[in-house]
């Protein structure tokens, strides 16, 4: 599976005459329901049709910006995006989280309600490398009001420290880790739709109950116990940053039943969702 990544990455690295721009997504502004919000850094990848999100903009507030093939989109941490794809597109996501990289390829027809190619890798990722300073200058850059002629250099530089990390992975990869760490970035990225164990074990082309045990294995607890940590985690973040009601922080996290979030969010923080968000108020 590494080899579909590794050789798309090589066409870009090697293809000279690419001067697509690279657009930044910002954390400012109240994310659309079902944006894509993640607290590590993502980049997306336009290789074919049109590729239409919804971003912000200091100019326009939310807006709606049609990335054409050669173009990529930078998402820093706790910045949002929301795909719409109902158009003819094959799009490349890198995923950059704390202990893992994940690759994503996926092809959309317009007028097909599912995708006709999704492709899924990921690869452990060692802190102290070069490609911490690399994510760190994109997401200061991003904060710039002039990105060019930087941005290029640091996205081939990106480009160029994970196509390392993959050739890299490629001399020993554990399968068992390999895959914990795809379903890890699957909930990161889900987390806020009606994933369950069956769900993600079909996603995955697993029983249910191999999935169970590789993620107490890998993970040391139970699969149901981390994506609700996942929730709560996006939830607390939500609450901190945005004045939401509390029944669309719960549907934003996954929880279609607002009480039973309530029950949940007191049970594992000995708050309630409300005491929480007092408690993290400047002079709380």
Known sequence: MSLVFSQLLDGLLCDESRSGSLIFAADRGVPPGFSYQVNFPRLELVFSGCYINQLWSAEDGVKEVALKPGEALYIPPNAWNKPDWDNDCSVLSLLYGKRQLGFSL??????????FDVQKHSIQMAQ????????QAMTALSQ???TAPM???LLK?????SRQLLAESAIERP???DLFHGICIYIQENFHRPITRDSIADRFNLSASHLSRLFRQQGHMRLA???SWVRLERAKFMLRKYRFHLAEVSERCGYQDVNYFCRVFKQKTGVTPSQYRALSQPGG
């Open 106 to 115: 996926v092809g959309k027809r317009r007028g097909e309600s599912g995708f």
């Open 128 to 135: 102290g490398r070069a490609l911490e300073h690399i994510l």
């Open 144 to 146: 710039e009001s002039v």
């Open 151 to 153: 941005d290029g250099h």
């Open 157 to 161: 530089a990106l480009l160029c420290a």
């Open 175 to 177: 399968r068992g880790a």
């Open 225 to 227: 116990d981390y994506i």
